[in-house]
């Protein structure tokens, strides 16, 4: 789908001048879309994450094509982009030639883009979200969403100005087992939800590594990879994915990295009773000092919300010393739990139970592998993407709800690192009398990586 100029500019000019957002569908596919095009989509950020979506996600569809790839390591752009011309080749797919780039600006100007697809560390995300927004460019944007709770809210400005749709990596909105659960919980199949109980990995079991400060690669632009961040000392370890997820400076750990599947999964079953204030209290534990992780790797924090829903969410090695999943068959890693005044429904991704019967085997009405557990589909999430680029289908991991599964995490983050129980108000996107806690969820952007 080749989007000239003159074309993006009218459908800019369509969208800031009327609602757009309910006649721009319409005018692009009856009117400017051949059904036989397919989208040209950017990879930005080609690290292990970013390779992996890229080329179980994107490079194998017949209705979009990989055109850019873009990355401060010149060795994961470079080998990137030729294992996309290879398999290419290999296909017999006429394509235009996958170009890699440093500069993202680079990419966000070629009009003939038309969606990215962001896999950068989790300091980048917003930034540059709100960045392809402004230049008309749909995104897909691997969680946890940011950093930063007013670049959401600019995030939200430029999508709406420049009609630009928002898929959000969670990967198991597009699970069949996943859908099912939540169709159920929400048909009434365990009566009213009372409350949920959420649960992730806090960290993976590496240790804590001194930062030797060291020549910086040739082939490496790390005050690029810095950007909006703080510039530290380099050395490798600092720039590995293990380092980018366990300081605060890139992140706020895994209460997000892994929290956010979790959560996404309660916001998508009950979105509109999680929309209002709500407290949030608890404990935390962070990694050792003496090392460069300094983000909080082990929680156990509750929330009670306006609506009467009560959120419990914890870190796995908690459920496991606490026994916490005592009721499951299958003791996943992480998962979400609904109570109903019926009974309850738990959701993982390789796994679903109830304590009713028959929903139980409405659950499990799927193949599953030798060991028990249910194949997912994760790898459609790019196909799903392009519909929702393509109009075919509305959003399916918008950026509201993206919005209200990360503030959980960082009020986690907020009421463990400041110690008492605070009040989120997400009309006023703040915590409530709290100028302390709110410090903690609004970053500076080092110059000139400003937004």
Known sequence: MHMNPSRRKFIRNVSAGTSGVILMPHI???CARNINDRILVAHIGVGSRGQSTMMNYFVPLETS?????????????????????????ERGVKAPKCKPYLHFEEILERDDIDAVHISTPDHWHVPLAIKAARAGKHIYLEKPLGLSYPNYKILEKEMKANNVRFHYGTQQRTMKHMQRGIEMIKEGFIGEIERVEAWAPGYNPVESP?????????????????GPAPLNPYCPDRVTNNSSWFQWDYS???LAGWGAHPLDVAVWALKDKLKGVYTCEGVGEYW?????????RSWDVRYEYDSGIQLHFFDTDFATTNDLLHYRKVKEGNGTTFYGSRGWISLSRNSAESDIPEVDRKLND??????????SEENTMGQYFVDVVTDKIPEICPLDEAIISDCISHLANMAIRTGRKITWDPVKGEVTDDPEANKWFVRDMREPYII
């Open 210 to 226: 001194k930062c030797m400060e060291s020549p910086v690669p040739d082939d490496f632009d790390y005050d690029l990879w810095t």
């Open 252 to 254: 706020i750990g895994f």
């Open 28 to 30: 692009l596919s009856s």
């Open 366 to 375: 799927f193949p599953k592998s030798d060991g028990g557990k249910i194949s």
């Open 288 to 296: 050792k000092p003496g090392g460069i992780y300094n983000n909080i």
């Open 65 to 89: 094509l990989s055109v850019a790839t873009c990355d401060p390591f010149e060795q994961r752009r470079n080998a990137s982009a030729d294992h996309i011309r290879g398999q290419y080749r």
